[in-house]
DNA sequence: GAATATTGTACTGTATAAATTACATTAAGT
DNA sequence: ACTTAATGTAATTTATACAGTACAATATTC
């Protein structure tokens, strides 16, 4: 998974830290989000997606290595 | 979290087994998702949402408890 | 209504998302 | 250079997503 929280917080000017009261979690929940260290819930990506006024696919999206369970041709 | 996998199974007329194996993960997962027993993680949301071709926000969406954290106004 | 497919449910085990606390490093501002 | 804010990192703990196996309860089809 990948996403561009860094880039949308730039855009806001807003830290870790306020993204992370904002949506009520935790700071290094947003960093290791960001940082890619894990994956986060489908609840928490959404959240954040919508707090930046965006899409879920305007934010996160698979890598290629994940793709390989793609969706049928028909 | 809501979601609709089970109309979206439905109109594609494939089982929870099927979805499953397509998906590379285990039925009772997608049973549980399918009936809320969990929230799944971003990553099996999404790739459930793109095989049957729809957006996240398409498949899952936010329940109005779970607003709470929304975006700001500006 | 018997056979088969589909879905529901329960249990156990494992991996990992996320909180919490704490401290170290880097960046920004004065 | 000093201070403060922002980010990175590490350890511990808790909750839960998901796999696997097994079996029960419904639907569906013949």
Same mark, same amino acid.
Not at 22 to 40: C, D, F, N, V
């Given at each position: 998974m990948e996403n561009n929280i860094r880039v949308q917080r730039a855009i806001k000017k807003i830290s870790q830290d306020e993204l992370a009261i904002?949506?009520?979690?935790?700071?290094?929940? /947003?960093?290791?989000?960001?940082?890619?260290?894990? /994956?986060?819930s489908a609840l928490a990506a959404l959240r954040i997606a919508h707090y930046f006024g965006k899409t879920m696919e305007e934010v996160f999206s698979l890598e290629e290595e994940e793709k390989k369970f793609a969706a049928p041709l028909s």
């Open positions: 904002a949506l009520g979690m935790s700071r290094q929940a /947003i960093h290791a989000i960001e940082t890619k260290k894990y /994956i986060p």
